[in-house]
């Protein structure tokens, strides 16, 4: 790897669900980064020199008792630091100043006002006025001792803060984001003003380091890939298959609950294609077995987990044996099920909902990366841009657009309304400007409809579509009202059981993407 690893710029974790596009950030200005547990010693932080230091958010309050904190000493070391959110909190409670309970909480863009009598390094040429993505309920209510205010909003009075002699900074936003404005602006200010990194770091090959490490990790095995059609497990099997050739068998379970023409599109890529070696299995049957009578969507993504891998098991036989599966797991995956530091948001059936016990040991080349890293990747392997822009779509399916208890006809009514968002979203051109676009079945709850002069009482389709770039965060898309009413209008007359359509405007944060 083509790496210069001296003088990094440490993102200590607190439980972030964003510290890991900290460091893509610092990355993406050309300053090599890593990432390091909060209990890291003032010893271990020396023996690393680094060039800064970023404190990451984190799910915690710092006033809450057994909040996650920062061995202080690490403030005495010389070394530039950056507090976000969290750690911007962290800065002020263990330098003086105070974090305190606020009236309201700030979540989603928010308007920032500088300060004009303060002079800021961290918000040099940026605009008196503008607009920052907010996840947060106490706030900072007095800078560290030695530091000044230099932004606030209209709920909170200290949003941004500095301490030029020390080198600290804090914000209470996020500027890894992109929905806010000017992010890689304040941490390039950070980075390069305050703290005086060099540009020093150049990205090595990601296809090159993961081949070389799926070839290491696998030797002479056989290779099973669990392909589902989408970008991230084409990518996987690609990759994997460029590592170890015809050790690698793709298998496609058809769950019964993925979207329509699914199968015939990946055995037309795959096997057709790329000529690499494809078994379908009909599990449908299987599948709304375990799910009968589930509501809970935990409960829901962990059966489906290891009915999946007991399927693979039961290949074995007829692949030669294969000990190793392949599966297309990205950042935000391992992220949103939970890690030592993170708070558990869902168990993604590839991560938290994968069985304790199973004969498989794991690949997933693409662990570490976000959604339009995966793209780039698999742009360079050759899949086809039909592959490629696929929009995200769930590991358990339709599953989890169901509220209430998965049956066939749940998912078929839910397929075609699915099937409808997606045309009507292609004919109005927008699929390259959303993230995600689909429909979610509220099938525990009935609504009273009026059709044909007769009271109906069905259930109601929820529109979800948001704009993203990495899934770590995401807006409401803006879209058309005649778009919004062609889906409404289509979906009532032509998907019997639906007698309502209403439209999600929600951000991640506070909701997430997918309902369950």
Request: hydrophobic share 40%; charged share 25%; with cysteine.
């Amino acid at each position: 790897m083509k790496e210069i690893r001296t003088s990094p710029v440490l993102v200590v974790d607190f439980g972030a669900q964003y510290a890991q596009v900290i460091a893509r950030r610092v990355r993406e200005l050309h300053v090599y980064s890593e990432i390091v547990p909060h209990n890291i010693s003032a010893g271990d932080v020396i023996a690393k020199n680094p060039a800064a230091i970023v404190l990451s958010g984190g799910p915690k309050s710092v006033n809450q008792e057994g909040a996650p904190s920062l061995d202080t000493d690490i403030y005495e070391l010389g070394v530039p630091i950056l507090g976000i959110c969290y750690g911007a909190q962290l800065l002020a409670r263990d330098l003086g100043g105070g974090v305190a309970k606020n009236t309201v909480g700030e979540y989603g863009r928010t308007s920032l006002h500088r300060h004009k009598d303060v002079e800021s390094q961290l918000l040099q040429s940026l605009p008196q006025k503008f607009s920052v993505w907010m996840s947060h309920f106490d706030a900072i209510s007095r800078p560290p001792l030695g530091a000044l205010s230099s932004a606030s909003t209209k709920d909170s009075t200290v949003v941004a803060f500095e301490d030029v002699k020390r080198r600290f900074a804090g914000v209470q936003f996020h500027p890894e984001v992109t929905h806010g404005e000017y992010g890689k602006e304040i941490l390039s200010n950070f980075l390069f003003e305050i703290a005086g990194v060099s540009k020093a770091w150049t990205n090595y090959s990601i296809i090159e380091e993961a081949v070389k490490e799926v070839r290491d990790q696998v030797g002479d095995r056989k290779v099973i890939c669990a392909l589902s059609g989408g970008v991230d497990s084409s990518v996987a099997a690609a990759l994997v298959h460029e590592a170890v050739g015809d050790q690698l068998t793709c298998v496609f379970v058809d769950t019964g609950l993925m979207r329509e023409g699914e199968v015939e599109a990946v055995e037309k890529t795959f096997r057709d294609q790329f000529s690499i070696k494809l078994i379908t299995v009909d599990a449908r049957e299987r599948f709304f077995e375990v799910l009968r009578g589930v509501e809970d969507p935990e409960v829901k993504r962990k059966a489906i987990g290891e009915t999946f891998i007991r399927v693979f098991e039961e290949l074995r036989p007829e692949i030669q044996d294969a000990s190793v599966l392949v599966q297309g797991t990205l950042y935000p995956d391992v992220i949103e099920s939970g890690t030592s530091t993170a708070a558990k948001i869902k168990s993604h059936h590839n991560v938290g909902g994968l069985p304790d016990v199973m004969s498989f040991d794991l690949v997933e080349p693409l662990r570490w990366l976000f959604k339009d890293e995966v793209r780039s990747v698999g742009s360079e392997l050759g899949l086809p841009n039909e592959i490629l822009w696929r929009q995200p779509f769930p590991g358990p399916g339709l599953a989890v657009r169901i509220l209430g208890e998965v049956t066939p006809e749940s998912a078929e009514t839910l397929r075609k309304a699915d099937l409808i968002v997606s045309e009507e979203i292609q004919r109005a051109n927008l699929t390259k400007t959303l993230w995600q676009s689909f429909a979610v079945l509220v099938a525990n709850v009935k609504t009273v409809g009026v059709m044909g002069d007769e009271r109906t009482y069905e259930s109601p389709v929820i529109l979800r579509a948001v704009t993203s770039e990495d899934a770590m965060t995401a807006d409401w898309a803006r879209l058309p009202y005649e778009v919004l009413e062609s889906i409404s209008q289509r979906i009532i007359a032509e998907v019997p059981g639906v007698n309502r359509v209403a439209y999600d405007i929600t951000s991640k944060p506070p909701g997430t993407i997918e309902w369950e």
